[in-house]
């Protein structure tokens, strides 16, 4: 049975961020995971996981300027020192959390470009260097351009060239069953080749984003195979409910008695 985390930055919605915590504690939750974490202190993220008895499964590094648009920092040319100023914000909270797994978000530029190319290389490395000091992962994610337009990490084939170039040891695949059903499809044959690499998977229904198992995959049949290949990660439920949370909630249950 895969471990579960909620996404409080998509689930839970109905209370304030600080108090999805609680909520998703409350309905049985043992870990959990988020986009950021930066608008609270360090410790007052830390205080809420242990007061729940929670695992932090996953969160992102600073993204730049996401109000106005900005979908991560690794790839953009002469914002290498911003870059690595976010590695250490995130670092602080990954200490303070007790997080194990960092996200390294590409941002918006074009694989065609060799310096960008360049850049994010040289930023994975940093991260992972950094990061491998503290015992931390990093994984990286394709994005699928439906909902992020000119996402340079858009490709699974090339996040996996990428992370058997750099050769850290900390640096792993993040495999989203939802970007990967949209970028390329073939899901269940994608695990299978991919898991060596993978370090962190993530669950949403197809097309909609919505609860596993209400879309086009049979997502059921895709979280028995996870254990088939002796994943022993997190499962993010990065999913938007369709209504109300908790009761939307009964697929966990459905998928706990086949």
């Not at 998509?10 to 304030?16: I, K, L, Q, R, S």
């Not at 008895?53 to 730049?64: C, E, I, S, Y």
């Not at 007790?98 to 694989?111: F, I, K, P, Q």
């Not at 990967?180 to 909609?208: E, F, K, N, Y």
Request: hydrophobic residues 45%; charged residues 20%.
């Amino acid at each position: 049975m895969p471990q579960f985390a909620a996404n409080l930055t998509m689930m839970f919605n109905e209370v304030a961020f600080l108090e999805r915590f609680a909520a998703a504690a409350m309905v049985g939750f043992s870990a959990v995971e988020f986009l950021f974490p930066y608008d609270h202190p360090p410790e007052v993220i830390g205080e809420r996981l242990r007061e729940n008895g929670l695992t932090v499964a996953l969160f992102n590094l600073p993204p730049g300027n996401w109000q106005a648009g900005e979908r991560g920092l690794a790839a953009l040319d002469g914002r290498q020192s911003e870059f690595r100023t976010s590695v250490d914000t995130a670092l602080r909270y990954a200490r303070s959390a007790g997080a194990r797994t960092l996200h390294v978000m590409s941002g918006l530029a074009s694989r065609r470009d060799p310096a960008a190319i360049a850049v994010y290389r040289d930023s994975l490395a940093f991260a992972c260097d950094r990061a491998g000091e503290c015992g931390i992962d990093i994984v990286i994610e394709p994005i699928n351009p439906r909902d992020m337009p000119g996402y340079f990490l858009n490709n699974f084939d090339f996040a996996a060239d990428i992370i058997s170039a750099l050769k850290r040891p900390n640096l792993k695949l993040q495999f989203d069953i939802y970007h990967r059903q949209i970028i390329h499809g073939d899901v269940l044959t994608g695990l299978r080749r991919l898991m060596p690499l993978i370090g962190h998977v993530q669950i949403a229904s197809v097309p909609l984003r919505n609860e596993p198992a209400t879309g086009e995959l049979d997502d059921f049949r895709l979280l028995t195979e996870l254990d088939v290949l002796g994943y022993k990660g997190f499962v993010g439920c990065e999913y938007r409910p369709a209504g109300k949370t908790v009761a939307g909630l009964s697929w966990l249950d459905a998928f706990a008695s086949r």
